[in-house]
T-cell receptor
Framework: QKEVEQDPGPLSVPEGAIVSLNCTYS??????FMWYRQYSRKGPELLMY????GNKEDGRFTAQVDKSSKYISLFIRDSQPSDSATYLC?????????????FGKGMKLTVNP | EAQVTQNPRYLITVTGKKLTVTCSQN?????MSWYRQDPGLGLRQIYY???????DKGDVPEGYKVSRKEKRNFPLILESPSPNQTSLYFC????????????FGPGTRLTVL
């Protein structure tokens, strides 16, 4: 079993839809959780960062962490065509630096106008 | 502007011809990493560096070399490229060991014929 599993894509939704992106993990030591967004022909950029269970909101984006179920989600409300990108989850345990960061494979999202 | 730069952005080469992909960051970050991104496999770490003259292997180091002689630069060297090294390569930097946010470069698309 891989340490981090991300829902396979691609996902295509109409503009205005609520989007749910998910990752599961097997390593209970993971305490820090991130979502990166990667536009076509660009490097990933950090979108959300959280280290506690529960919800963290930033504008139209909500990151949700359920450590008991080893499950994290990213919700996008009122999705826009500009949200079309690949979304990667990432996580790590407290020990070590960024070399310990484990990424999901990414899901490509297309929001159609 | 704070950024990570990579050169070249695109490269087509032939098997066995040594090449170097340069990476430079202007944010005085300690940590730097190289990743490759392949369809269905996601982001995989090749090498990382915790500071000048300190480097270590990531998950897929075979066929690659790195050096960190200056804090800002972290070149990736392919001594004898092979077709299975055809991929999209990203350099990333992180402020310190205690920081998890990675700042990615724009990527280098390498094709080895």
């Amino acid at each position: 079993q891989k340490e981090v599993e991300q829902d396979p894509g691609p996902l295509s939704v109409p503009e205005g839809a609520i989007v749910s992106l998910n990752c599961t993990y097997s390593n209970s030591a993971f305490q820090y959780f991130m979502w990166y967004r990667q536009y076509s022909r660009k490097g990933p950029e950090l979108l959300m960062y959280t280290y506690s269970s529960g919800n963290k909101e930033d504008g139209r984006f909500t990151a949700q962490v359920d450590k008991s179920s080893k499950y994290i989600s990213l919700f996008i409300r009122d999705s826009q065509p500009s949200d079309s990108a690949t979304y990667l989850c990432a996580m790590k345990a407290p020990q070590g630096g960024s070399e310990k960061l484990v990424f999901g494979k990414g899901m490509k999202l297309t929001v159609n106008p | 502007e704070a950024q990570v730069t990579q050169n070249p952005r695109y490269l087509i080469t032939v098997t066995g011809k040594k090449l170097t992909v340069t990476c430079s960051q202007n944010m005085n970050h300690e940590y730097m990493s190289w990743y490759r991104q392949d369809p269905g496999l996601g982001l995989r770490q090749i090498y990382y560096s915790m500071n000048v003259e300190v480097t270590d292997k990531g998950d897929v180091p075979e066929g690659y070399k790195v050096s960190r002689k200056e804090k800002r630069n972290f070149p990736l060297i392919l001594e004898s490229p092979s077709p299975n090294q055809t991929s999209l390569y990203f350099c990333a930097s992180t402020p310190s060991q205690t920081t998890d946010t990675q700042y990615f470069g724009p990527g280098t698309r390498l094709t080895v014929l």
